[in-house]
């Protein structure tokens, strides 16, 4: 008789939750504080067709991308090839969030896949990410700050604009990529497990005179934690096989 003894086990990713902002979005909860859509303040769920604040619309060309609009505009990060649902954040004035709660239940190794886009010379903007566990300290994993360096940004009409200061990111307490008028993806890390994932958006700033920022495409990924491995018992006899499986005790 032979006898083969294997282990078997269960790791893969997945994404837990996700929110495009067109389609129903896949978390337990979103809450919105302060929402606002006017022409001096936005904190909200917005396109290019229904936002009030004109600052966030490149109109340098119509609609198609090749008629002459308005060749003066200098602004607008939603230009004529983002015409989906972002969330714009301008001028929020009294601090204002976006709170998300996730079921993390059986997941580890957490991360955030998200798309940010800016207008304009950029002072702070006092905008930021956290995330808590099971109501722990939050903390925070993405912070837009400022720099004196300047950027270049280019209008949808061809125009480039040299702007003073520049958007910068820190994802973990690191230095990334800055943010520019065109939509990038950064993936902060959340250490830690357990059962209610937090992630909280926060904008407390009331400087005017850019363009705004734009949140897209939030996706929640993690690793399912994996099923207790099983043994595996393998026996051939008498021209048959027999296969035994129980759970490990370790």
Not at 70 to 97: E, I, P, Q, W
Request: glycine share 12%; charged share 15%; net charge negative.
């Amino acid at each position: 008789m032979l006898v083969a003894l294997l282990a078997i086990g269960s790791v893969h990713a997945d994404v837990i939750g996700s929110d495009n902002f067109d389609d129903a979005g896949t978390y337990v909860n979103r809450t919105i504080t302060g929402g606002n859509n006017s022409a001096n303040i936005t904190f909200n769920i917005v396109s290019r067709a229904n936002v009030n604040n004109a600052a966030m619309i490149d109109t340098s060309v119509a609609a198609g991308g090749n008629i002459a609009y308005n060749a003066s505009d200098t602004l607008g990060f939603l230009g004529t090839n983002k015409t989906d649902n972002v969330f714009g954040m301008y001028r929020a004035g009294a601090a204002k969030t976006l709170v998300y709660t996730f079921n993390i239940s059986n997941y580890t190794n957490l991360n955030v896949a998200m798309d940010w886009a800016i207008s304009g010379d950029i002072a702070d903007k006092n905008t930021s990410m956290s995330y808590s566990i099971d109501g722990a300290a939050a903390t925070t994993v993405f912070d837009i700050g400022t720099s004196g360096a300047n950027w270049n940004e280019t209008m949808d009409n061809g125009t480039v604009l040299d702007r003073n200061r520049r958007g910068t990111v820190l994802v973990n307490g690191v230095s990334a990529t800055s943010l520019t008028d065109e939509f990038q993806t950064y993936n902060p890390v959340l250490d830690g497990s357990g059962s209610v994932l937090t992630l909280t958006f926060i904008m407390n700033d009331t400087v005017g005179g850019y363009g705004g920022i734009g949140l897209d495409n939030l996706v929640l990924n993690g690793t399912v934690i994996p099923e207790p491995a099983t043994l595996g018992l393998i026996a051939a006899f008498g021209g048959g096989i027999l296969f035994i499986r129980r759970l490990l005790q370790i």
